[in-house]
């Protein structure tokens, strides 16, 4: 009797994980698009905006968003985030951007700044990172860059 019901706890667990898990991956389905044509100037993506970072910045998130970010990043945006990686030199503009100045182009929220990160700047050197990084390394690359830069906006 009792080992049954255990089960039964047991099943109804995995279908919440498994709901839970569709419907983050329904999510970032609807935010897989960019919207076009990518705006020059300063803006904000709403969708995004909304977003809730699911990671906390506890020590051990920034650190591994460190080390993505010291291997995969910082040839262009400078291994402090100021955008002056060694890559940034021979780069036509949009030059990478100083990541330390609290100025965010395509929004400052977590959720703004994990789709940048994760679809890319249309049209320029910053490439979508969906298909080199899981979704939890990108979310722990966004809790580093939070330590580099004030944030602009209390988006928690
Ligand atoms: C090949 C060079 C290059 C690499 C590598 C690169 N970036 Fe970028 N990044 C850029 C450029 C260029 C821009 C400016 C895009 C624009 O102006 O729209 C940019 C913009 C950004 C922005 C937007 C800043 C803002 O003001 O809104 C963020 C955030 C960012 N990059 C994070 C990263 C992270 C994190 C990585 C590593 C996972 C990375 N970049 C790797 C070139 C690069």
């Known amino acids: 009797m009792r080992s049954s019901s255990?089960?039964?706890w047991l099943a109804s667990m995995v279908a919440v994980a498994t709901w839970t898990f569709s419907v983050a991956a329904q999510d970032h389905a609807q935010h897989a698009q960019p919207s076009t044509p990518h705006a020059a100037a300063g803006h904000s993506h709403?969708?995004?905006a909304k977003m809730k970072n699911p990671v906390k910045p506890a020590p051990a998130s920034v650190a591994a968003g460190k080390t993505l970010?010291?291997?995969q990043c910082a040839s262009c945006h400078g291994t402090a985030g100021k955008g002056d990686g060694k890559m940034a030199a021979m780069m036509n503009p949009?030059?990478?951007s100083d990541l330390t100045d609290g100025t965010w182009k395509h929004g400052a929220t977590d959720g703004e700044i994990f789709?940048?990160?994760r679809d890319g700047s249309k049209g320029t050197a910053m490439r979508?990172?969906?298909a080199r990084m899981q979704t939890e390394q990108i979310w722990n690359v966004v809790n580093y860059l939070r330590t580099?830069?004030?944030p602009a906006h209390p988006s928690r």
């Open 69 to 71: 970010y010291d291997t």
């Open 94 to 96: 949009p030059k990478p």
């Open 6 to 8: 255990r089960v039964v």
């Open 128 to 130: 979508g990172y969906a």
């Open 148 to 150: 580099l830069a004030p």
């Open 115 to 117: 789709t940048l990160i």
């Open 46 to 48: 709403a969708d995004a």
